[in-house]
């Protein structure tokens, strides 16, 4: 067996070993760029982004010379409903549907880059990488598992890139994010009727 092929089965292996558990997007955003979500976002940590792919990757900050600016807003019409189905508790099945749960938002983002030199850039991106707002009926068939749910979060990440040289660049930065959220449900008290329960918050 070559080298060669034994590194790379050793590098599958580290990888397939060290593969951590995987969870499912829920709140998160990637509305970072909008010339990126116009090519669904095929490239964008190489690049096609614009200024915004250091989001992804911030090393691409030295694709941009000079001083470069760019402002994002998406608005995200988020529009849901969850229906009861056969096999639901019959207790909360007639409390009905959740209604419409979705709440349109509108997400803002931002990159600037400055390059200081021929091989030094600066540069800082703003975001917001996970959001969003679900609001159901206040009493319907699955109000103890949520009557809302709000997250708000606001990323900002300074970078400092440096270019090695025409096919090599390296940056780093720390990401510094403020993160809250709401979800509430109801709270099921015995001798009171499902229609009537109190709502119970966890805020973080």
Known sequence: ??????????????????????????????????????????????????????????????????????????????????????????????????GELGQGALVPAGATSYQLNDRLWLGLSTGAPFGLVTKPNQVWAGEVYGRSSRIFSLAINPVIGFKVNEWLSIAAGPNIEYFRLTLRQALPVPGLLPTAYPSSFLKG
């Not at 988020?78 to 009905?96: K, V, Y």
């Open 1 to 98: 067996m070559g080298g060669t092929v034994r590194a790379a089965m050793l590098a599958a292996t580290a990888m397939i070993l060290g593969a951590g558990q995987v969870q499912a997007g829920a709140f998160g955003l990637r509305e970072q760029s909008t010339q990126a979500q116009g090519l669904a976002f095929a490239g964008a940590a190489s690049g096609s982004g614009g200024v915004s792919s250091m989001f992804w990757n911030p090393a691409t900050i030295t694709m941009n010379p000079g001083f470069v600016a760019e402002q994002n807003f998406t608005y995200i019409g988020l529009s849901s409903e969850i229906r009861p189905a056969p096999g639901s508790n019959p207790g909360f099945a007639r409390l009905g549907g959740s």
